[in-house]
């Protein structure tokens, strides 16, 4: 039988095997660590805005990371709760000793997937396919297909301040050797660093001079469950003027200053000598205290990421308003690692060089656990499709954040951390959390991910969609003086959600479905056309083009295309540097293909 | 490429002039046009750019001597090869060397095809191939001048600036979506409404420029106005210098509408219309000259007001301005050398109920007739300082678009919407610039805008 190693057991390789245990396929993941499955590298929490979505989704693939996370949650907040329901994002403060704990036993019972510990150090291919890989103590192992998801572990090198040590993360070793498979078959790697703030005591912190930040109760959370139990807190902390004046004053002794590392940092979750030197009008940063775990005595401080050197954070700690006495377990520090641009893959995330290579996760360049997942699960399948000689699995942007996610990848490549926004998706009316279900459902079951069960229950939700908006059609409400419709209240009331239900959440869901389906109509409509557009250009094959035999097209065009390798013509419009011009010389040229065709067929 | 892609057209304006210029352009032109030459240089295909003379010949027969000159793909105009031959300015030879080259396997270029051609090459942007058709299409000076200035880039550069806004406000307005927790949202929402109002105004001022436009480059409508027998025909006739219309002393001569062209100096032309009297209706003809005046009057930028020194301001001329609602008016006391006494009274009038001085003329001594051609002139000419201008019917409706899109997101917030409609509608505003700029069409689109182009360029 036919097997797929899983090269990584962190949250892109959980997601990949166990989507692929569910195809019937035997897995293997080799990692580094058996007993830390899906470890959380950084911050204790999961979710948020544009990620909390990416949760949904995965949850409607039937996906391992939302199941988890529920488990091991302690506390949830629906950010945007003010906005509309398009742009709420569910994040949840999670345990992390809990998490790794629970993904760890949920993967190890499954039959079909075996797992070892070791570090796999090439790849060994043949005739431009896989075969298997080597691994440092078992050696070579056969396999027909494998998903690369090492994280942040390639050639992993840790800073703080003039300290400089191997690691992958802080108390885990580098990983190596795979960079010489990549440079062999002509990969190109990059080098991109992030960072992590320092892990303080919760008892040497004055609690009352901060901000306390309660969780949401009565919210649904990512399995559609209501919260009611007890959550813990958080709290917000801010810098202040001397904080940001030690910073300054010690800043030649950042590595990033210093030109050390080389690697290029996310510029929308930078470390904080970033933001103080960025932002220098800036009086004060926002810092939130996150706890570690439920009997975790460390708490993790969101927003002081930082490389500079020991001493410098504890000055700057101290120097915090509540934090006088901190007493840190840690210290923050910076990562650097290899990473492939995902320009060099296809959109199934399968290498373009060698065929059953795949590739998800932060070694694409992007960064966080939900948008390693959501690769996982894409790299899974359409590893499980290679082996079975299936087709491949791929969503359009207009479907899924998770489309949205690798089609930027693959098609525009990465040159900064990638983290996905909601602004990324050009239908983003379209792509509520609470639509994810409806949106994705009858892909996942093609693909084996779910059972009949969801896929009736989704059935169902459809139709009750349709009677409780009959119900509201013909309900009268009456505002001040006027007598309205209940479709009419929800149309021009600005909070239209105050009257969802909130005991039962089947109606819970089906209210705020409709309170979309009625306050986006009209864009929606307009998207649509937009979609059908895209469709049409969609519609256009060119993977098979010889660039070289289009007239009309740049050199430099030619090169973009030629990188890239764009499946139809609606991507390729996406390319950066693609010109409209270029786009209407493919579509002649493919239609003279296509009347050439005709004419030889005639004649 | 097959032999028909091969277009050919004359691409200097039609008549009589020194030189002519014919242009071929498409893969293997080279091989149609020297199949119709004698005497180019041995060196095969010739030297791209190098400028070369040589007979024409059709058959054996010499029909013209020409400089002519190669052009190798992607070094030309349309980005193709493509051949230029200077010719002399005959439309005997020019179409001669056309239909030579149409038995060699060209086709008449359709209108705009070479522009077109050089935009789907990627030789110029749409707007510069829209200011090129404009400048072939300007009757005037002026109307080439604007053209000219949008072809070096001055419309780019203010919607540059435009699109830095819009993406600005795009910016505040995102960042609220996705960083709740660290933007200051009222504060935010401040700015964007401030630069929002900004926006709207500058765009209401550019999608007005284009009405200036199409009067300075296209001519103005000037239509003359006023009661029957105020003396409109008589004035007609002197402002263009010619007979042109019947005058009569009988009230209601005219009764369908003559418009002729008329040049203002080099810079400016205006089309000069006559109309029936307006005023009380008498009989069925009459009738329907007041229907057909009210189109025209519709249709004019500039209305020339007669009120007659006799009559002076009554009922009638009430009638009149209520329907000229908010256009273009000078004032005219007409047919001044009938009531000199009068003069004074009438003039007074027509300022204290319109605010403005009106002119005072006379069709028979020309009293004023100067100074009225003089102020026609002078609204022209402020026209022409706006400084940048739409050249396009297109671009007009797209700016009108983010004007009507970005009047929506203001209302939106007023009214307190879900941010991400107002984000949303701003993406709309943007899709709307991105069309401007020429990004983001489909062919169809594309053939749609080229429909309109001229040949030849
Ligand atoms: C210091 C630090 C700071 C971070 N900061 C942020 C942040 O601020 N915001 C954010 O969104 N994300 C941050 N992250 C990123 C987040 O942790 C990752 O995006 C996420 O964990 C990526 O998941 P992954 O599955 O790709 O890789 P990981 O979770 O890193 O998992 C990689 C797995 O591969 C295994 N492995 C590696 N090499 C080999 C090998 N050769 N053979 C076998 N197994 C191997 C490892 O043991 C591990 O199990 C940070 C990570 C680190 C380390
Ligand atoms: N004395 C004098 N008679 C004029 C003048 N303009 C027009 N008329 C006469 O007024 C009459 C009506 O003129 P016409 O131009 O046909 O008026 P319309 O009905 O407004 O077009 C004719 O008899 C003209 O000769 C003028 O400036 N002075
Ligand atoms: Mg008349």
Redesign the pocket.
């Known amino acids: 039988m036919d097997k797929v190693v899983v090269?990584?057991?962190?949250?892109?390789?959980c997601e990949s095997a166990y989507a692929l245990s569910k195809m019937g396929i035997d897995v293997l993941i080799?990692?580094?660590?058996k007993t830390s499955l899906g470890?959380v590298?950084?911050?204790p929490s999961m979710g948020g805005i544009a990620k909390g979505h990416l949760i949904y989704e995965i949850e409607a693939c039937g996906g391992v990371q939302p199941l988890i996370t529920d488990r091991a949650s302690m506390q949830y907040r629906m950010l945007n709760r003010k906005k509309g329901s398009a742009v709420w994002g569910l994040r949840a403060q999670i345990d992390r000793g809990l998490y790794e704990r629970y993904m760890t036993e949920f993967i190890s019972s499954i039959g079909n997937i075996e797992i070892i510990q070791?570090?796999?150090?090439d790849v060994i291919t043949e005739g431009g396919r896989v075969r298997g890989v080597v691994a440092s103590d078992e050696g070579e192992l056969n396999c027909s297909a494998v998903v690369i998801?090492?994280?942040?572990?390639?050639n992993g090198l840790l800073y703080r301040g003039e300290e400089v040590w191997e690691g992958?993360?802080i108390g885990?070793g580098a990983?190596k050797g795979?960079e010489r498979f990549f440079e062999r078959v002509g990969i190109e790697l990059g080098r991109l660093k992030?960072?992590?703030p320092s892990r303080l005591y919760w008892r040497s912190l004055d609690l009352d001079r901060l901000i306390r930040q309660d969780g949401e109760r009565g919210i649904l959370n990512f399995n559609y469950e209501f919260v009611r139990d007890e959550q813990l807190l958080c709290y917000i902390a801010k810098t202040n003027r001397q904080v940001h004046e030690v910073i300054i004053k010690n800043l030649d002794r950042s590595p990033l200053y210093q030109g050390h590392i080389k690697g290029i940092g996310p510029r929308y979750?930078p470390s904080i000598e970033d933001k103080v030197v960025r932002f220098s009008d800036k009086e004060s940063h926002i810092l939130f205290v996150e706890p570690e775990g439920w009997e975790n005595e460390l708490c993790y401080i969101n927003g002081l990421?930082s490389s500079l050197p020991a001493d410098v954070q504890d000055e700057m700690i101290h120097s915090i308003e509540g934090f006088e006495d901190a007493e840190v377990a840690w210290y923050g520090?910076a990562?650097e690692y290899d990473y492939v641009n995902p320009i060099q893959l296809k959109p199934t995330l399968e290498l373009m060089a060698v065929d059953g290579v795949f590739l998800a996760?932060?070694?694409n360049g992007?960064?966080?656990?939900e948008?390693?997942a959501a690769q996982?699960l894409v790299a899974g399948v359409n590893a499980g499709n290679y082996v079975l000689g299936r087709k491949p699995f791929v969503l359009a942007r207009n479907e899924s954040y998770i489309g949205v996610l690798i089609d930027d990848l693959v098609t525009r490549g990465v040159d900064e951390p990638y983290?996905l926004f909601t602004s990324r998706a050009e239908y983003r009316l379209d792509l509520s959390q609470y639509s994810a279900r409806l949106r994705l459902t009858e892909r996942a079951f093609e693909q084996g991910l779910i059972n009949r069960n969801r896929l009736e229950w989704v059935e169902q939700l459809g139709r009750n969609l349709e009677k409780y908006r009959r119900e509201l059609e013909s309900r009268r409400m009456r505002v001040g003086e006027e007598d309205m419709t209940g479709i009419e209240y929800i149309r021009r009331n600005s909070n239209p959600y105050n009257m969802l239900p909130i005991d039962d959440a089947y109606r819970q869901i089906l209210s705020i479905i409709t309170v979309e389906d009625i306050r986006y109509e009209n864009y929606r409509k307009r998207m649509r056309r937009e979609i059908d557009e895209a469709r049409r250009l969609m519609m256009i094959r060119i993977d098979d083009i010889d660039y070289d035999e289009v007239d009309g097209l740049s050199t430099e065009s030619r090169q973009r295309l030629k990188r890239v390798r764009p499946a139809n013509l609606d991507q390729a419009s996406r390319i950066p540097g693609i010109r409209p011009s270029d786009i209407i010389s493919l579509m002649i040229y493919r239609r003279k293909k296509r009347d050439d065709v005709k004419e030889s067929r005639a004649g | 490429m097959s032999e028909n892609n091969i277009i050919v057209a004359e691409a200097t304006p039609r008549g009589v002039g020194a030189i002519s210029i014919v242009r071929l352009s498409g893969d293997n032109c080279f091989t149609v046009a020297k199949s119709f030459m004698s005497g180019l240089p041995e060196d095969n295909p010739p030297e791209s750019g190098k400028v070369c003379l040589v007979n024409l010949v059709d058959g054996e027969k010499v029909i013209d001597k020409a400089t002519v000159v190669f052009y190798k793909s992607p070094y030309s105009y349309t980005g193709e090869d493509m051949v230029e031959i200077f010719c002399h300015g005959s439309p005997a030879i020019v179409s001669t060397i056309v239909s030579i080259a149409e038995s060699l396997g060209a086709r008449r270029a359709r209108a705009g095809e070479f522009t077109k051609r050089a935009f789907i090459n990627g030789k110029v942007d749409i707007i510069t191939a829209e200011a090129i058709n404009s400048l072939t299409r300007s009757m005037t000076k002026v109307g080439s001048s604007i053209a000219m200035s949008v072809m070096k880039g001055n419309l780019k550069t203010v919607i540059g600036d435009i699109s830095k806004g819009m993406l600005l406000i795009q910016a505040l307005i995102e960042a609220i979506i996705e960083y709740e927790e660290d933007i200051p949202v009222e504060g935010t929402m401040k700015r964007v409404n401030t630069e929002l109002n900004e926006l709207i105004k500058q765009l209401q001022r550019i999608e007005a420029s284009y009405g200036a436009f199409k009067v300075l480059s296209g001519g103005a409508n000037v239509v003359i106005v006023g009661r029957k027998n105020a003396g409109k025909t008589t004035l007609f006739n002197r402002l263009l210098g010619y007979e042109r219309g019947i005058v009569s002393e009988h009230p209601g001569t005219t009764r369908d509408y003559i418009r002729e062209p008329l040049h203002l100096g080099d810079d400016y032309l205006i089309y000069l219309t006559d109309i029936a009297g307006l005023g009380e209706v008498s009989d069925d003809i009459d009738m329907m000259a007041t229907e057909s005046a009210r189109g025209v009057i519709s249709n004019a930028d500039i209305l020339v007001f007669l009120v007659d020194v006799q009559y002076g301001w009554g009922g009638i001329e009430d009638k009149i301005l209520g329907s000229l609602s908010d256009k273009e008016i000078v004032y005219v006391v007409s047919r001044a050398d009938l009531c000199e006494e009068g003069v004074v009274k009438v003039f007074k009038k027509v300022e204290s109920i319109t605010g403005c001085k009106p002119i005072v003329i006379s069709s028979i001594t020309m009293q004023g007739i100067d100074e009225l051609r003089e102020r026609v002139r002078a609204i022209m000419s402020s026209l022409s300082k706006i400084g940048t201008f739409l050249v396009s019917e297109r671009q007009r409706e797209l700016v009108w678009e983010m004007i009507i899109h970005l009047k929506r997101v203001v209302n939106l917030i007023e009214r307190g919407e879900g941010i991400e409609m107002v984000a949303e509608e701003m993406r709309c505003a943007i899709r709307c610039l991105e069309l401007f700029e020429g990004r983001g069409y489909t062919d169809e689109m594309i053939d749609k805008i080229f429909e309109e182009f001229c040949v030849g360029k």
Do not use: P
């Open positions: 090269v990584g057991g962190g949250h892109a390789g080799i990692t580094l660590d470890r590298s950084c911050n070791d570090e796999v150090v998801t090492t994280g942040t572990f390639l992958g993360r885990d990983s795979l992030t960072g992590t979750c990421s520090y990562v996760g932060q070694i992007t960064s966080g656990y948008e390693a996982g983290r």
